[in-house]
């Protein structure tokens, strides 16, 4: 079953890899509004989970310890922003308020879910020698 894990960890580290790539439009600006004058905690998020989610797909593609802790700490902390403190999230100038944005948080919530799900399982069916 060591393959299943394998899998896994490459679904999960591509979905990582995708979300990476979206911080690195939201710094170029490709995401619709000027990432200079977003709003400082956006940036700081940007900066903060591009740097999670290269360390999760380096890390569960090598096999590496840091790519579990990373994938876990970036799922876990994003359920906490998009729920616990969503307000605080959403709580931005007019000209970045969107308001299908609680649609789209409410689908990151699921989608680390899922992930932590598959990442659990992942964990369980692969052989302890790993």
Do not use: C
Request: avoid cysteine; proline fraction near 4%.
């Amino acid at each position: 079953m060591a393959w299943v894990s394998k899998v896994i960890f490459w679904i999960v580290a591509a979905a990582y890899a995708f979300g990476a790539l979206v911080h690195i439009m939201n710094m170029l600006g490709l995401s619709g509004y000027s990432w200079l004058r977003a709003p400082f905690k956006w940036q700081v998020l940007d900066v903060t989970y591009l740097v999670l989610d290269l360390m999760v797909v380096v890390g569960l593609i090598f096999a590496w310890r840091i790519g579990l802790i990373a994938f876990f700490a970036a799922a876990m902390s994003q359920i906490v922003l998009y729920t616990v403190l969503r307000s605080w999230i959403t709580d931005v100038p007019e000209e970045f308020a969107r308001p299908p944005e609680v649609n789209s948080l409410n689908g990151l919530v699921i989608f680390h879910v899922v992930t932590i799900a598959l990442v659990l399982f992942a964990l369980w069916v692969r052989p302890a020698a790993e």
